[in-house]
């Protein structure tokens, strides 16, 4: 949908949080006029100090009132938008552990966003999923690849993940349904770190800064699949240019691993200011322990002892994706965190 002719305006969904800033930022980059939603007016101007920290907005970006849990505003929104990124959604880390705080957000609220789009004659939604909702059976000796849909009915599925599967189904059947001549693209990532734009939102990378502050006291027997933000977010905006994109899912990820290989990369980067950093590994029976008494932990651990393979190979081919270094991508989360404090 690229085009040199005239400049675009680009809706994007939850601009105060972590992937939706660096969206903006890179988008005002490529030139175009941004336009993103907020549930607060008082965030406007937070917004705007994080991402000057990039580059500077000016008249280019704007603001719209509006929240996944209400129909108000996302009418207003879309009016003359030419596509939209869709990054909004409930973290599970920081939700209470029923499905329903996540759920109905994560599904209806995309929902709303959808149908807003689709009646506003929005050319393309690119909507922010997750690696998770393409993930094989349990058990299975299968990588990971857009053909595959996950279980939302798993028994062992955390409620974060079962959103996401549900949101970017319901996103799916309405658009085959509903879609008239919106096209929809999916962009499933891995696990998502890198430097913070805003402290508004830490989004995932309260999981560094748990490492950063030595808690817990030492590490799960667990692996991740690790996409920088910045790649990420460009990601999106190449999948909101390409026209083959349309209609298609995309896994965003790079290499899994361990977390005492994260750790291990975070005191050779950082030295003492790592110091804090665990290193010994905890049995699997103490990480269930302590799952009672850390809710952000509780999600990973049916996947304790396995490391995902999700493939990237589609991402790559079509949308050019090359992920950095995943050293750099931790150190510079890191240095981030360290940074704001």
């Given at each position: 949908?690229?085009?040199?002719?005239?400049?675009?305006?680009?809706?994007?969904?939850?601009?105060?949080?972590?992937?939706?800033?660096?969206?903006?930022?890179?988008?005002?980059?490529?030139?175009?006029?941004?336009?993103?939603?907020?549930?607060?007016?008082?965030?406007?101007?937070?917004?705007?100090?994080?991402?000057?920290?990039?580059?500077?907005?000016?008249?280019?970006?704007?603001?719209?009132?509006?929240?996944?849990?209400?129909?108000?505003?996302?009418?207003?929104?879309?009016?003359?938008?030419?596509?939209?990124?869709?990054?909004?959604?409930?973290?599970?880390?920081?939700?209470?552990?029923?499905?329903?705080?996540?759920?109905?957000?994560?599904?209806?609220?995309?929902?709303?966003?959808?149908?807003?789009?689709?009646?506003?004659?929005?050319?393309?939604?690119?909507?922010?999923?997750?690696?998770?909702?393409?993930?094989?059976?349990?058990?299975?000796?299968?990588?990971?690849?857009?053909?595959?849909?996950?279980?939302?009915?798993?028994?062992?599925?955390?409620p974060y993940r079962r959103s996401k599967i549900l949101a970017e189904r319901a996103a799916w059947d309405f658009m085959e349904a509903e879609g008239g001549q919106t096209e929809f693209t999916a962009i499933l990532p891995g696990a998502v770190f890198g430097p913070l734009l805003s402290r508004n939102d830490f989004g995932s990378v309260w999981f560094?800064?748990?490492?950063?502050?030595?808690?817990?006291?030492?590490?799960?027997?667990?692996?991740?699949?690790?996409?920088?933000?910045?790649?990420?977010?460009?990601?999106?905006?190449?999948?909101?240019?390409?026209?083959?994109?349309?209609?298609?899912?995309?896994?965003?990820?790079?290499?899994?691993?361990?977390?005492?290989?994260?750790?291990?990369?975070?005191?050779?980067?950082?030295?003492?200011?790592?110091?804090?950093?665990?290193?010994?590994?905890?049995?699997?029976?103490?990480?269930?322990?302590?799952?009672?008494?850390?809710?952000?932990?509780?999600?990973?651990?049916?996947?304790?002892?396995?490391?995902?393979?999700?493939?990237?190979?589609?991402?790559?081919?079509?949308?050019?994706?090359?992920?950095?270094?995943?050293?750099?991508?931790?150190?510079?989360?890191?240095?981030?965190?360290?940074?704001?404090?």
């Amino acid at each position: 949908m690229k085009d040199t002719e005239m400049t675009k305006t680009i809706l994007v969904t939850g601009g105060t949080g972590f992937i939706g800033s660096w969206c903006i930022a890179q988008l005002l980059e490529r030139g175009y006029h941004v336009r993103t939603t907020i549930r607060d007016a008082s965030k406007a101007a937070k917004v705007r100090t994080a991402i000057a920290t990039e580059i500077q907005a000016d008249d280019r970006l704007s603001f719209a009132l509006a929240d996944l849990t209400s129909d108000d505003g996302w009418d207003a929104a879309m009016q003359g938008c030419d596509g939209v990124l869709h990054v909004a959604s409930p973290l599970g880390g920081n939700a209470e552990t029923s499905g329903d705080a996540l759920i109905a957000p994560a599904r209806d609220g995309t929902l709303r966003v959808l149908r807003a789009a689709v009646k506003a004659g929005v050319k393309r939604v690119v909507m922010t999923s997750a690696a998770a909702t393409a993930r094989p059976p349990r058990g299975s000796a299968m990588d990971g690849d857009e053909s595959i849909w996950s279980d939302p009915d798993d028994p062992l599925l955390d409620p974060y993940r079962r959103s996401k599967i549900l949101a970017e189904r319901a996103a799916w059947d309405f658009m085959e349904a509903e879609g008239g001549q919106t096209e929809f693209t999916a962009i499933l990532p891995g696990a998502v770190f890198g430097p913070l734009l805003s402290r508004n939102d830490f989004g995932s990378v309260w999981f560094v800064k748990r490492l950063l502050d030595g808690q817990p006291p030492a590490l799960m027997r667990m692996g991740l699949s690790i996409v920088d933000v910045r790649d990420l977010a460009k990601a999106h905006i190449d999948a909101l240019e390409l026209p083959a994109a349309a209609g298609e899912r995309f896994l965003v990820t790079g290499t899994p691993l361990w977390m005492a290989d994260m750790a291990q990369i975070l005191r050779e980067r950082l030295g003492e200011r790592a110091a804090k950093v665990p290193t010994r590994v905890l049995p699997d029976f103490v990480v269930k322990l302590l799952s009672f008494f850390i809710p952000q932990i509780r999600m990973f651990v049916p996947d304790l002892g396995k490391i995902h393979i999700a493939s990237n190979e589609k991402a790559k081919a079509m949308l050019g994706f090359a992920p950095r270094p995943v050293a750099d991508t931790l150190a510079d989360c890191a240095e981030s965190l360290l940074a704001t404090g």
